[in-house]
């Protein structure tokens, strides 16, 4: 099953291309954005004030070390915001314009 090349172009300049490219972009750069904010505000409170980071909130605990698994554990969400997007409304749309150039 192939496709010829005036269908490629078709689909390609398709607008329901286009909007599917435009939304799986905007949805990627925004999480990217919100997770180098979080990581590049870490590294910055870490270089000016680490006076921050250093209080103790245990015997051998400082708030440094819950503030950085907090990084980490946001970055997973992040992951599971943007899967659970892609699984429900992404994927649909894909498929829908898969059956579309299928049927065509």
Not at 2 to 28: A, D, G
Not at 45 to 74: Q, R
């Amino acid at each position: 099953m192939s496709i010829n090349s005036n269908r490629v172009h078709q689909i390609l300049t398709s607008e329901k291309f286009k909007n599917l490219v435009r939304k799986r972009l905007t949805v990627s750069i925004a999480l990217t954005i919100i997770m180098l904010s979080v990581y590049f505000g870490f590294m910055l409170l870490l270089a000016f004030y680490k006076e921050f980071l250093s209080i103790k909130i245990g015997e051998h605990i400082t708030l440094g070390l819950p503030i950085g698994i907090g990084i980490i554990v946001f970055a997973w969400l992040l992951t599971g915001i943007y899967t659970r997007w892609a699984n429900s409304k992404y994927d649909k749309s894909v498929r829908e314009l898969r059956n579309e150039i299928l049927e065509n």
